[in-house]
Nanobody
Framework: QVQLVESGGGLVQAGGSLRLSCTTS????????MGWFRQAAGKEREFVGA????????DYADSVKGRFTISRDSAKNTVYLQMDSLKPEDTAVYFC????????????????????WGQGAQVTVSS
């Protein structure tokens, strides 16, 4: 069983920055492809970004491209979501998710591809 612990959410003004962390418990993060999703109140969960197992390839939703950056620190078993130039429409609960894969270059953009999820972190951006 993989346990994910998220941290770093909070309240920020528009234009500000936040960094979310997602740490795997008991598992080496380098064995997993990881993704970030978000769910705003009354809306469906949506893809934010993903990173492959080796950390060399990332993909982002168009709505966050150029503002958000995913990175990973295998030594700390942690993946980060750096969020810059935040907008009120970025307000949501953010979730990290992981999937074991033997493939180095693959990332996954569908929520249904991920069996393990973090508890969620609230991000609120005020105008």
């Amino acid at each position: 069983q993989v346990q994910l612990v998220e941290s770093g959410g909070g309240l920020v003004q528009a234009g500000g920055s936040l960094r979310l962390s997602c740490t795997t418990s008991g598992r080496t993060v380098s064995n997993y492809a990881m993704g970030w999703f978000r769910q705003a109140a009354g809306k469906e969960r949506e893809f934010v970004g993903a990173i492959n197992r080796s950390g060399g390839t990332t993909d982002y939703a168009d709505s966050v491209k150029g503002r958000f950056t995913i990175s990973r620190d295998s030594a700390k078993n942690t993946v980060y979501l750096q969020m810059d130039s935040l907008k009120p429409e970025d307000t949501a609960v953010y979730f990290c998710a992981v999937r074991y894969t033997a493939l180095q270059d693959i990332y996954y953009a569908r929520a249904t591809d991920y069996p393990y999820w973090g508890q969620g972190a609230q991000v609120t951006v005020s105008s």
